[in-house]
């Protein structure tokens, strides 16, 4: 009981509100071990119900968060005799809460200029157009406003800002995975967005 | 008051934040009043079931409110969200199952709160008000344990309560209107889970509330009456006051309440069921324990005479137990010197107990009743066990599912980079007009043809031909009529 703080001069209090006359000492302030019984009471009963409340509340902070999810593109032998950019759709899987949401995104595979196995995000650095690619000019041109890179993604005219974004990838048991992100658009440099 | 003032500089800072307070708001005297309430005779643990009702009561709106945080009211999604709820968040199944539990602790000690008044003849002397208030409460809580039993949408709770609202259409002239009343329909659905939803979570709660204070008021302006051999209205005794031994008592007894709740919800955690399937036909509900006994007691009234089982007998049995106060006006208290009404009320209590114990052994007894219950009881603990299913939803939040040409239509569209200029699904962006609708502008064929060579208008305004595969066109084609 917090109040049992208040000095002995309550005694002075006037009448209450409801009529009833004031006591010297109003008794809830004297009792104070039973007092203390009661705060340990009412701090336990508190506890067992506020301890799973705040968990529940706070569940969405501190659940772990869920690992990136990696989306098959196809066998690697599949690409292997390619060299121009052959696009490929992904599916990725985002958990919402209590929902699972799918989207399918389109990715090229390319080759770097190294010979090497890349995996380009589909989507234009300027303004975030679906690129094509263009077999009879073996160039990427973007529809929206004529950006253009050459087969490896890299920039070459038009008003984008950098090259094409390279998705991180692996191959896993000959099968080609990747990891899709978002990146930020109008930037000289690639950033994650989610 | 001038003497405050000097005072209000005095003592420590709490002190003073305390008096500062109570200068404005007059909390002080408020609970002053509140903990130096007079029982006569002094405390007794046999009183300590109304605070208990208030503390579980309250405890059903914490747990309550934070469940609604995971939960949606919608035959779609209520039982995903209650399985999300259940096997996903932490503390989550916790939380569930000390409401679940709460519920029929607060039926048991509202019994409690029933019989002690009853025996007790606490109701006499200018207590019909104070009475009366109690038994509106009582429906409300029943109300509450009906209405909250539908929503987790699993089997039991969907069948449970398919059979309680049917039992309304056996009321003459007007049953069948107010069981589509409640039930939103003529059949279950989601309107009412919509309707259950808001039963539960607002009108039922409000009425509780505003009952609660009634009661409260009530019973303080008639004060507590005693023990049975005190004179009701001037109970004569000398009187201690609430605090602080009858509120230690309260407060064990809400301690051991909630420590008793944890325990079963930690040991025992609330099942969920399969999702609600309308189509099954073998599925046996049963209710909660506490409706068993009425469950049991409605099974013996057929044809015609369902109504005196459904009307008349409940009818009187509520008229009497609501009129008591007014019926019984004699001050006498002592059990043993009111044959009649205690012997009434024991009689109604044995028989419903008798319901209760008689419908447990007929369903032992049948070997199909049996084994159905063992099976749906099986099918509970392997929901339980299995791991949790996410719903799937369109990226766009949803949608019926779409024909698979139109499924393959919509990869093209992606794939082509019409969405950058037409929108997801297409929905329309600044560069470019929305698609959705499109069909009831232009056939399959004109589709094709604009595609193939778009008018001028269209090529200025950024439009290219498509030169596709044929088969490509066509899902592009039937993609886009299906665009709504």
């Known amino acids: ?194 | 008051m001038d003497s405050n003032r000097g005072r209000e500089s005095n003592g420590s800072v709490f002190t003073r934040l305390i008096r500062w307070n109570d200068a404005r708001t007059g909390l002080n005297s408020l609970l002053r009043y509140a903990l130096d309430e007079p029982v006569p005779g002094g405390a007794k643990l046999a009183y300590v079931f109304g605070s208990a009702l208030l503390f579980l009561f309250l405890s059903q709106i914490v747990t309550g409110v934070f469940l609604a945080m995971y939960y949606i009211p919608s035959a779609d999604h209520a039982h995903t969200t209650v399985s999300y709820l259940a096997k996903e968040v932490s503390g989550g199944s916790f939380l569930r199952s000390i409401h679940s539990y709460g519920s029929s602790a607060i039926v048991i000690v509202l019994l409690l709160h029933i019989i002690q008044t009853f025996m007790y003849g606490s109701y006499k002397g200018r207590r019909e008000l104070l009475w009366v208030v109690g038994c509106i409460l009582f429906v409300l809580m029943l109300g509450m344990a009906f209405t909250g039993y539908l929503l987790p949408w699993d089997q039991k709770a969907y069948f449970a309560t398919t059979v309680g609202t049917n039992m309304l259409s056996e009321i003459p002239l007007v049953g069948n209107w107010l069981k589509q009343l409640l039930r939103g329909g003529t059949e279950m659905g989601t309107l009412t889970l919509s309707r259950f939803f808001v039963l539960h979570v607002f009108l039922i709660p409000a009425l509780i509330f505003l009952f609660v204070a009634q009661h409260i008021y009530l019973f303080r302006k008639a004060g507590a009456a005693g023990p049975i051999s005190a004179d009701p209205i001037n109970p004569n005794l000398p009187t201690e006051p609430f605090y602080p031994k009858q509120l230690v008592m309260d407060m064990g007894f809400a301690l051991l309440i909630v420590i008793f709740l944890g325990f079963l919800a930690w040991k025992i955690p609330v099942m969920l069921g399969p999702k609600a399937d309308p189509s099954e036909t073998v599925f046996l509900p049963r209710p909660e324990w506490y409706y068993i006994p009425v469950f049991q007691y409605l099974k013996y009234w057929k044809g015609w005479t369902s109504v005196i089982g459904i009307m008349v007998i409940p009818g009187i049995l509520g008229l009497l137990l609501v009129g008591l106060p007014f019926f019984d006006r004699s001050l006498e208290r002592r059990p043993w010197k009111r044959p009649v009404s205690v012997g009434a009320f024991s009689a109604v209590f044995v028989a419903l107990a008798f319901f209760g114990i008689q419908s447990h052994s007929q369903d032992l007894k049948n070997p199909g009743v049996a084994a159905q219950l063992q099976k749906q009881q099986q099918h509970e603990e392997e929901f339980m066990r299995a791991p949790f299913q996410p719903e799937l939803a369109g990226a766009s939040g949803g949608g019926a599912p779409m024909d698979p040409l139109a499924g393959k239509g919509q990869t093209v569209f992606t794939a082509q980079g019409c969405n950058a200029c037409h929108g997801e699904n297409g929905a329309g962006t600044a560069a470019a007009p929305k698609l959705t609708g499109i069909a009831s502008k232009y056939d399959s064929g004109k589709l094709e043809a604009l595609l193939k060579s778009p008018t001028t208008a269209m090529q200025l305004g950024g439009m290219e031909p498509i030169d596709l595969k044929q088969e490509d066109l066509n899902a592009l084609v039937a993609y886009l009529q299906s665009l709504k």
């Not at chain 1, 990838?169 to 990146?183: A, E, P, S």
């Open chain 1, 1 to 194: 009981m917090p109040t049992r703080d208040l000095p002995p001069d309550k005694a002075q209090s006037a009448t209450n509100q409801f009529g009833g006359a004031a006591q010297d000492e109003p008794s809830y302030l004297r009792r104070s071990f039973l007092g203390g019984l009661l705060t340990a009471g009412a701090a336990g009963v508190g506890a067992l119900l506020i301890i799973p409340v705040i968990r529940v509340v706070l569940h969405p902070v501190l659940a772990k968060t869920t690992e990136k999810s990696w989306s098959d593109v196809g066998k690697a032998e599949e690409f292997q005799g390619t060299s121009a950019p052959v696009q490929r759709l992904v599916q990725i899987e985002q958990l919402d809460g209590w929902r699972r949401t799918v989207s399918q995104k389109p990715v090229y595979v390319a080759r770097d200029s190294a010979g090497q196995l890349t995996v380009l995000s589909a989507v234009c650095t300027h303004l975030g157009c679906t690129v094509p690619w263009i077999d009879k000019q073996n160039k990427f041109i973007c529809p929206c406003h004529q950006a253009i890179f050459d087969p490896t993604g890299k920039l070459i005219g038009g008003p984008a800002p950098r090259s094409m974004d390279v998705l991180p990838m692996k191959i896993d048991q000959g099968v080609l995975r990747v990891q899709y992100q978002y990146f930020r658009q109008l930037t000289p440099n690639k950033e994650v967005i989610a």
